[in-house]
């Protein structure tokens, strides 16, 4: 696959053409703000003692990292479809020391390989929105979590409204692809930038959420509008 071909939603061949760049990237288009929506995320999930905990669509791991460094003895699970993208966090969580509890594998939303009601905890940061079949997704986290327990999405977006908005849809827009173009891959940064624009609004998909069977739900927009934090909570029983 090119750089010009139209990367695939969920491809996880799309983000290993630029997991070697992924990390520095991520710092310079979010201003490093990614770093705060993280710590956000980690800390809405209000974790028991000794927790399993699931990351989804990881990625090179931070988010998988900042959940065992805040909470150590907590046991975290990263699935990713990108092999690239977790070979680079395997390096990353090796040299943190954490080999023994954050465990990076190849997996998709859309069918976890766990048993009902057997996680503490649930993430995916900035990956659902690349996910085929959303309500799947969806319905597979509302079936592993144990009562009670959190599902946390973070995921971008573009904003639609408030003073800064047009501001903030121009930096999706024209900042991001021209410097993904620059720097990475431009296939990647465009199929972003389109990705932001096309994701419902946060109360559609917080509904798209509850239908399937994480509810009640709440919503925390962060940033202008730019990121969302989405917390669901699985019904009694899986839907």
Do not use: C, Q
Request: aromatic share 4%; proline share 8%.
């Amino acid at each position: 696959m090119t750089g010009l071909e139209a990367p695939r939603p969920g491809s996880g061949e799309m983000f290993d053409r630029i997991a070697g760049r992924y990390d520095l990237l991520n710092r310079l288009l979010s201003l490093g703000i990614d770093r705060r929506w993280r710590r956000r995320a980690v800390a809405a999930l209000g974790l028991p003692a000794r927790a399993r905990v699931l990351d989804l669509a990881t990625g090179t791991g931070d988010l998988a990292i900042e959940i065992a460094r805040r909470h150590p003895d907590a046991r975290v699970i990263g699935l990713d479809p990108a092999r690239g993208m977790l070979a680079v966090g395997r390096e990353k969580v090796l040299r943190r020391g954490l080999s023994g509890r954050v465990l990076l594998v190849p997996g998709r939303a859309e069918n976890l390989p766990f048993e009902d009601r057997s996680l503490d905890g649930l993430t995916i940061a900035f990956g659902i929105r690349n996910v085929p079949d959303r309500p799947a997704a969806l319905r597979e986290m509302a079936r592993v979590l144990r009562a009670g327990a959190r599902a946390v999405i973070l995921e971008l977006g573009e904003p639609r409204s408030g003073l800064l908005a047009p501001l903030a849809r121009a930096w999706v827009r024209g900042v991001l692809p021209r410097v993904g173009r620059l720097l990475s891959d431009p296939g990647a940064y465009a199929w972003l930038a389109t990705s932001m624009r096309a994701f419902p609004p946060p109360a559609e998909f917080a509904r798209t959420m509850e239908r399937a069977g994480l509810a009640p739900v709440k919503v925390h927009p962060l940033t202008l509008g730019v990121a969302t934090l989405f917390v669901g909570t699985p019904a009694e029983e899986p839907a």
